[in-house]
């Protein structure tokens, strides 16, 4: 026992020499007067970049905008999150096995789940007379719908597996956001097939939601600004961010605020999503896959490329304010334990690099620890990780 106080004791001193060393001595006089100036919490913000993959109509395109897009998270380090539907995923595993291996290997990338038409618990498009059925019936076809690929002309399951459970069986983890979209009577069957699988979150727009809050067993993806960045071509990225994350801050008030930063494939290529093109006009079966909407010009695509690029880059530069983040990240930040600092579920010796990396260079951390978080090493629960973490941080790796 006394050698083990002992140690924590040296523990303590070098930690505070190695902080004192990198920081420098001005650091902490500028870390008390932020608190007094402003609230910890207030300058928590972060963001999330979602690529929203759907257009079936040009399957080459959108495998290589992909791959573009995660080349460049991953030269600014930056967190994506790309939801892919069953029709795209399956056309992915059929004709691009090597980019569904990137996607679920890269440091940055985060794949979930979304459901477009013709799946008929999307919104306002029940062909199929889901709002009869008994509870255990309706069970029963959305569990069939989940484990099973889209016919694309006859809107049913086919008979290889596909969707949400093939996607999971794709990717060796569970898709960590299901966005179907589904309301009314339908969303709490809907949900709870996706939370028996492994979801741990869906998406809601049209109001502000806090980290935290949980319905039908599942999270809700955060977000108090739903940034539409597509809608903004040829302004200056950094700007569009900065406005909606001072928007995002009024709505959130104390709380974290998020900004959830969206793009489609389609926004990069074409002028209308596939599926928006066949399956709105006409709301029963049969259709017609084949249609597709047309191409964006060079200078179309160029102008959109640069934004994004922009954007992301912007992200990076402002980390130490707004966190780019994504689900595994959330889920960090929900059910992280603190002081856990390499996310391995224990707190211990391991986590005393990562402690150390945290306080002084937290940009050299978030690449180190892609997918754990800065925030883990607030152990005295103020908003920032600084140099009064040492001693309750020692206290965790020394006490009972
Ligand atoms: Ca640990
Ligand atoms: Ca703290």
Known sequence: MREWRWRAGGWRALLVVVAAGFAGAAMEPLAVR???????????????????????????????????????????????????????????????????????????????????????????????????????????????????????????????????????????YAPPIASPMADGVLAPTVYGVYRDFGARFFVVHGRPVNLGETQYGLYLRPEHVDLRLYEHVGQNAGTVLEEALTRARQIAGAAPAFVGVKMHDNDFFSTAPAWSVVYFPKRFPPWDPNQKGGLKTEPQRTAMWNLYEAAVRYADAIRDRARPVHAPHLLVLLEGRKGDLNCDGVVNNFDIDPFVLALTDPNAYARAYPHCDWILGDVNGDGVVDNFDIDPFVRLLTGP
């Open 34 to 172: 932020e608190r007094v100036a402003a609230p910890p919490e207030a300058a928590r913000a972060y963001l999330l970049f979602s690529l929203n993959v759907h257009d079936f109509g040009y399957p080459a395109e959108s495998a290589a905008l992909i791959e573009r897009v995660t080349s460049l998270h991953e030269t600014w380090h930056v967190p994506v999150e790309v939801f892919l539907t069953t029709t795209m995923a399956d056309l992915f595993a059929a004709s691009y096995p090597t980019l569904l291996d990137r996607l679920r290997t890269s440091p940055v990338v985060s794949v979930s789940y979304h459901v477009r038409p013709p799946v008929p618990y999307y919104p306002d498009y029940d062909w199929a007379g889901l709002h009869q059925m008994s509870p255990a019936e309706l069970r029963a076809r959305v569990v069939e719908y989940e484990t099973h690929g889209l016919d694309l002309v006859w809107g049913v399951p086919t008979v290889a597996a596909g969707s949400y459970d093939g996607l999971r069986g794709l990717l060796g």
